[in-house]
């Protein structure tokens, strides 16, 4: 039927391991593009979750506005912080909201485990499940960050690798803490609740719907440790340029322990399955 | 890794599962697996047939035992069996949203060497459905789609928990050629099931599981050859057991009665139905219902069911 004898299949098996295996190898760069195109495809058609995704991020800085407007920030920039709520928004309801009832949806559908049985790594899977949400959080970030600049007068960022360090650990962090998050939401409905704690602490407490300089000095402090903070402090400082090398450094260093956390503990506890 | 004629494709010993609440669904089960061959997992539910497919489909570690597929752990060697099995589990794995072919390109871009897709969906007759959205499918529709996706990456080993269930009887019939035709091609298919006409007809081995362990294998002739056949009648009103020739000489290995009803089992089918009937004859007495049958896998099946609760 397939015209390749046994042997033959072994020979050529045999040398897969060597090409097949890794991230980045054109096999695994095909899986995770079918996969993508296939979740791209299903976010296009739940409404709900593209008007969470899109307008959310959009609206929402727009109507914290007169909070910021009253409040007196001497010598910060309208546009800046402006544009540090836009891309923190983008993190939480294009990325991580988003992707929590994505990860769960598929999980409960059995696609996770179906997948499983197939060449896809995990890696593979998840990534490829992550990439639309990922790539719509950053195209929104980009759009955003262009509007900030020309309509609200944030100027140009003066330390921009800072800006797109805080972008790839915020995606990064957002999807990996929404892998985490959906292993312990049972349905896509309860999604909507188990999201909120780090929607609302990071919306308060990581500088987003109001920069951390409002908080009292110590809540700031351990504010700083929140696991957005990091990546919306790097945002924010790559456009004001108010971090020295030093702290710049201390704030990555955060941002990739958490990254190594969360990416440690969704291997420990994300689910394949629903359970039983 | 043998190169013979008759090589083991799959190969599993002692294998064991133990579920999270200390369940153990898998206790201890061997078998193997000619190339070629089409086996059969057979068992009533919770007999430990999914459970034991998904350790060889490389889903789960076994908690004990060993698992080879091709030669390989299919667990820790995923990248060395995966290009080469497909799988169909017991239960869809598709997202409702996505269209028939949607579905088939994803996992054609996932596998190597895949067929296209249109070829795939007509192995499967779906092919006129390949723009319907999954969610639309009837449950057959499903079943047909999920094997579409196993054969897409031309394996050389299958497996298929519960394949036709939920299929009509004509899809069922067309599911079997198809399994066959695949098996003539050199397909090594592990299929479980509980309809045992299955089995029977398609399966070249089986085993029978029972309770996380092997009841009975063999070929089909082998395990039915092994149960008796059994004949059933009613006896007129006034006629007892007793009037009946002597058992024993008739081949008659066990009986048991039920108000008139009497059931006898024998491995000599025509030398008890011979003694019956021609006593019957000798003493005018007509046997009402009578039925005579020989082992089945069905009886087979019962049997075992039946001594494994009497041990309990």
Not at chain 1, 167 to 182: D, V
Not at chain 2, 60 to 65: H, I, R, T, V
Not at chain 2, 159 to 174: I, K, S, V
């Amino acid at each position: 039927m397939n015209g390749i004898t046994g042997e033959d299949r072994r020979t050529a098996i045999g040398k897969l391991p060597a090409v097949g295996s890794g991230l980045f190898t054109s096999r695994s760069r095909r899986r995770v593009r079918a996969l993508a195109g296939a979740e791209f495809a299903l976010l296009g058609r739940n409404r709900s979750a593209v008007a969470t995704a899109l307008l959310v991020p959009l609206a929402l800085p727009f109507s914290v506005r007169p909070a910021i407007d009253q409040a007196d920030f001497r010598g910060v920039n309208l546009g800046t912080l402006m544009l540090t709520a836009a891309i923190g928004f983008s993190f939480l309801f294009a990325v991580y909201t988003s992707l929590v009832s994505a990860y769960v949806a598929r999980r409960e559908e059995l696609v996770l485990k179906r997948l499983r049985t197939g060449e896809p790594t995990d890696v593979e899977i998840l990534g490829g499940t992550a990439l639309p949400a990922v790539c719509l959080g950053l195209a929104q970030a980009l759009v955003l960050a262009l509007g900030c600049v020309v309509l609200l007068d944030a100027g140009a960022p003066r330390a921009p690798w800072l800006t797109v360090l805080g972008l790839l650990t915020g995606l990064t962090l957002s999807a990996t803490l929404a892998a985490l998050t959906s292993a312990f939401t049972r349905t896509t409905e309860s999604a909507q609740v188990t999201a909120l704690p780090l929607v609302f602490m990071s919306m308060i407490g990581s500088g987003i719907a109001l920069p951390t300089d409002l908080l009292p000095h110590r809540a700031a402090a351990v504010c700083e440790f929140l696991p957005l903070s990091p990546a919306v402090r790097l945002v924010r400082a790559g456009w004001t340029g108010e971090l020295t090398a030093y702290e710049a450094f201390g704030t990555v260093l955060t941002a990739l322990a958490w990254t190594v956390v969360a990416v440690f503990a969704v291997r420990r506890w994300f689910r394949w399955e629903p359970r039983r | 890794m043998e190169h013979s004629e008759h090589e083991h494709v799959i190969e599993v010993t002692d294998l064991r599962r133990v579920y999270g609440g200390g369940f153990e669904a898998v206790r201890g089960i061997t078998l193997s697996v000619a190339r070629g061959e089409i086996y059969a997992l057979l068992g009533t539910n919770g007999a430990g047939k999914t459970s034991t497919v998904e350790l060889l489909e490389g889903l789960a570690p076994p908690d004990g035992g060993r698992v080879r597929v091709l030669g390989h752990d299919p667990y820790r060697e995923r990248t060395a069996v995966r290009p080469r099995t497909g799988v169909m589990l017991q239960e869809g794995g598709f997202p409702a949203e996505l269209t028939v072919g949607e579905t088939v390109r994803m996992w054609a871009g996932c596998t190597t060497g895949a067929r296209p897709p249109a070829e795939a969906l007509g192995l499967v007759g779906l092919g006129a459905r390949t723009d319907v959205r999954v969610k639309q499918l009837s449950g057959g529709e499903r079943r047909r789609l999920d094997l579409a996706l196993a054969l897409l990456g031309r394996p050389e080993v299958l497996f298929l928990d519960e394949p036709t269930t939920g299929l009509d009887a004509e899809g069922r019939r067309d599911t079997w050629e198809l399994v066959r035709a695949l098996r003539d091609s050199g397909t090594t298919v592990l299929l479980t099931t509980h309809y045992l006409e299955e089995a029977e007809d398609l399966a070249d081995r089986l085993a029978i599981l029972h309770a996380g362990r092997v009841a009975a294998t063999g070929t089909p002739a082998e395990v039915t050859a092994a149960q008796p056949a059994r004949i059933s009648f009613r006896l007129p009103p006034g006629y007892f057991l007793g009037d009946l020739p002597p058992l024993g000489p008739l081949g008659v290995s066990g009986h048991e009665t039920d108000g008139d009803v009497v059931r006898l089992r024998t491995s000599e089918l025509q030398r008890t139905a011979t003694g019956l009937l021609a006593w019957a004859e000798r003493s005018r007495v007509e046997l009402h219902a009578l039925d005579m049958r020989s082992a089945s896998l069905e009886e087979a099946f019962l049997g075992i069911a039946r001594k494994r609760e009497a041990a309990a």
